[in-house]
């Protein structure tokens, strides 16, 4: 602990600012209260030093001088602190917040030294924790990150507190860098789902009560991740994991989520028969299961060729994400066949959709993007619309090296060189720009690759 620092006169000095600010005004402890909405008796206690001032009251009084906001919170520290100087758990976290949307970071500065000089590390641990899962729950999250990584510094224990750092400092990085931090923050997650709480409160900057299921949330990402990645033999592996979870506690939401992602790993597998049996399992589950394998089952069978499913997939999607995932699968399944006509169809009903998603920055829709991007430039070549299969090429490549694809990149690149020889070979004239392609796309693989 801090030796120099003393609480006590600088919550004295606090008051007697507010009551020379009183005199000013030629106000009285009534008119105060009338201004800020609090009771006479509180503001009477909290002028005399008989209780501690809450945030929310130092704002009402800071609103009724009207001064600007955070006039006072280089003294709120006092506040925070109890009678030996220690700062107490409970009251950090919106203080930090508070300041960071105010942009005090003097006094978060001035907080973390009185902090850091505990002789307490468990209590520490305690109010970093606090601030980062405060800050976490704000629109503020990115900010968050510093406070975990200082409380995995000083954490020499596996358990809930260092899972729930991983956890939450896994969310916020995958969308800073999905490609190389984001797989070392899964890394060390994933050696934490086990020790994640199933019943976890926190409060958001509203002060509200947020309640989650921190362990069923991490399984889910880290199969969404798993999914945008195409990484098949790890979505199915942790699937199946969950699937154990589920079996084990009786709990039927485990077991759903966990054969819907089986199987579409099975799928994506080639591994037909049993992604049916997956979906069959997950239908037995409950109603709203019954119809999501429905969709798992319809989209199982369109990838393996079966045409005649197309049109009842399409009327089973009742979601956007539904239809993104739909969309890829029938276009492939009519392109296989060559029949144009019906993949030509499928994309004039859908037309205004498709470009909503490819628009469209939402991280979860990449890997749906990717694939449909394929198709569409497939069906561009088979028509010889050049130019607009190298647009979907390009866009394509965005997505591409947003998930850090890169297979996706070279064996696209390599069908579009393919198909452009063949396009050359039975054209009388390919544009310029076009003729000029195959070598952009070397160029872009080779600097991607490296």
Partial sequence: ???????????????????????????????????????PVTISNLLNNKQALQLYQLDAITSAFELPKGFWYKYYVAECCNEAGRLRPGKIGRFVLRCLKLDKHVVISHLLQILLEDEDVQRIMNILLDIAETIYHSSLRPLALPYYDRVIDLETKRGERLAICYFHRFLIVREQNFRRLGVEALHRLVEYLHLLPEHYQAEDDRGRIV?????????????AYYQLRGNWPKLKR??????????????????????????????????????????????????AYARLAEGGTLATLVRNGQIEY???????????????????LGIWAYLHLDMLDQAKLLLTEFDKKAETMCQSETFAWSRDCIRFLQARATY????RELDLAMQDTASLLHFAKRLGDV??????????LRMLSQVSQTSECIPETISACPSVLQEKGTRYSN
Avoid at 380 to 383: D, I, N
Wanted: with cysteine.
């Fill in 211 to 223: 309640e989650s299921n921190l362990r069923l949330e991490a399984y889910q990402e880290v199969l």
């Fill in 1 to 39: 602990m801090l030796q120099t620092y003393d609480p006590h006169p600088i919550r004295i000095e606090l008051r007697q600012r507010l009551q020379d600010m009183l005199a000013e005004r030629g106000w009285k402890r009534k008119h105060l209260a009338a201004a800020t909405g609090l009771e």
């Fill in 238 to 287: 942790y699937a199946e994991e969950l699937e154990a979870l589920g079996l084990e506690k009786g709990k039927d939401e485990y077991l759903g989520e966990a054969l819907l992602n089986k199987a579409t790993a099975e799928r994506e597998m080639g591994q037909k028969e049993e992604a049916l049996t997956s979906l069959t399992r997950c239908a037995e589950i409950s109603p």
């Fill in 380 to 383: 561009y070549f088979r028509t």
């Fill in 310 to 328: 197309v049109d009842q997939y399409r009327e089973w999607c009742q979601t956007d994400e539904e239809l993104f995932t739909m969309l890829p």
């Fill in 407 to 416: 297979e996706v990149l070279t064996k696209h690149s390599e069908y579009m």
